[in-house]
């Protein structure tokens, strides 16, 4: 969808912004793809098995295709926004919002940021889900210094 806004847009772009338009949107959409490839090999796999386990063997889980479907795809879609957090902190230096020396100036407060943000994106309540979806943030944070 981005790529088709952009092919759009040329006449409103001045050549160089369309090239830094262009790059952005390539870097957006294979951050994204990895996102989605990382929600559906690593993380839905540990998300599932921790969520039908809950109230074993007492219990015995009831999944809809619809509820399905709609959990998996929200995974994919938050893994893929997350993984394009260094793309939005490299636009942000660029643009001069904020400077390098900054972002490691307030990386406790960035990491414990990260690390609420994790919790809240995971549908589970253990420490190993939030610890899967906390970790590549933290990394992608450090890449983007």
């Given amino acids: 969808m981005s ?16 090239a830094y338009a262009l790059t952005v949107v390539w870097w957006g959409s294979l951050l994204f793809g990895v996102g989605v490839w990382a929600a559906h090999r690593l993380v839905l796999p540990v998300f599932l098995r921790v969520l039908l386990s809950i109230g074993e063997p007492n219990l015995a889980p009831v999944i809809s295709v619809g509820k399905y ?9 938050a893994c893929g926004l997350l993984c394009e957090l260094p793309l939005i902190l ?8 904020v400077t390098p020396q900054g972002l490691r100036r307030s990386r406790p407060a960035a990491a414990l940021g990260l690390l609420v943000l994790a919790a809240l994106a995971t549908p589970t309540t253990d420490a190993l889900t939030m ?12 890449a983007a210094i």
């Fill in 69 to 77: 479907v709609s959990f998996v795809l929200g995974v994919m879609l």
């Fill in 3 to 18: 790529y088709a806004t952009m092919r759009e847009m040329p006449a409103a772009l001045k050549p160089r912004e369309r």
């Fill in 90 to 97: 490299v636009m942000l230096v660029r643009v001069g919002v």
């Fill in 131 to 142: 610890l899967l979806a906390a970790v590549p943030l933290v990394l992608f944070y450090e």
